[in-house]
């Protein structure tokens, strides 16, 4: 079975402060693609990250990186100097192919002026 | 990434009508789109996929004759609420990966049902 964990259901952070998301992963593939979604207000799913199983290397993406560690299983998101636009829900998923993704439950960002 | 549109963005309805909401994929041939439902302040839940040229896979739980999925050509899917009731409004949202890994999603319609 798959599945996604996002323990933190919502975050506060000050501008300018960093914030880290956590998503932790079950799955017995050894094929597997891991997924961020950032979701503003306006609902829209917005791809911000696609890493494979057999790619463990870290990724920065200006304010954005991530860090996956096949060993525990997580994939967290970091947000370098978090501004007011960053405020969003988040969502973690978990995808052996093109089909069948499987989503966290999300964290809630909020981040004040 | 892909592009991918629905339509309308926001309904409106009685209890009991219908309701269609179109998913295009503009910039790519979606031989596979999906569809969500999203409930307020909850995660998303696949409710069926999409295939064209035959028959949706709808996911365990879901009415397959409340809600049909019309998958015509390479670049529409719609799904159709029939007789819709209260407790179907949520956030309606459609992806396509275009066959890669990656799905992209629309940005969503927001049906509710008076």
């Known amino acids: 079975a798959q599945k996604v964990t996002q323990a933190q259901t919502e975050i506060s952070v000050v501008e300018k402060e960093d914030v880290t998301l956590d998503c932790v992963y079950e799955?017995?593939?050894?094929?597997?693609?891991l997924f961020w979604y950032k979701q503003p207000p306006s609902g829209e799913l917005v791809f911000l990250i696609r890493r494979n199983s057999f790619d463990e290397q870290n990724e920065i993406s200006g304010r954005y990186s991530w860090n996956f560690q096949k060993s525990t299983s997580s994939f967290n998101f970091t947000i370098t100097a978090s501004q007011v636009v960053d405020s969003a829900v988040y969502f973690c998923?978990?995808?052996?192919?093109?089909?069948?993704?499987?989503f966290g439950t999300g964290t809630r960002l909020t981040v004040i002026p | 990434g892909a592009v991918v549109s629905q339509h309308p963005s926001r309904v409106i309805c009685k209890s009991g009508t219908s309701v269609k909401i179109e998913c295009r994929s503009l910039?790519?041939?979606?031989?596979?789109m999906f569809w969500y439902r999203q409930f307020p302040k909850q995660s998303l839940m696949l409710m069926a996929t999409s295939n064209e040229g035959s028959k949706a896979t709808y996911e365990q739980g879901v009415e397959k004759d409340k809600f049909l999925i019309n998958h015509a050509s390479l670049t529409l899917s719609t799904l159709t609420v029939t007789s819709a009731h209260p407790e179907d409004s949520s956030f309606y949202i459609c992806?396509?990966?275009?066959?890669?890994?990656?799905?992209?999603f629309g940005p969503g319609t927001r049906l509710l049902v008076l």
């Open positions: 910039d790519f041939q979606a031989t596979t």
């Open positions: 998923a978990l995808s052996s192919g093109a089909n069948n993704l499987f």
């Open positions: 799955t017995r593939d050894t094929t597997y693609y």
């Open positions: 992806s396509s990966s275009g066959g890669a890994e990656t799905q992209y």
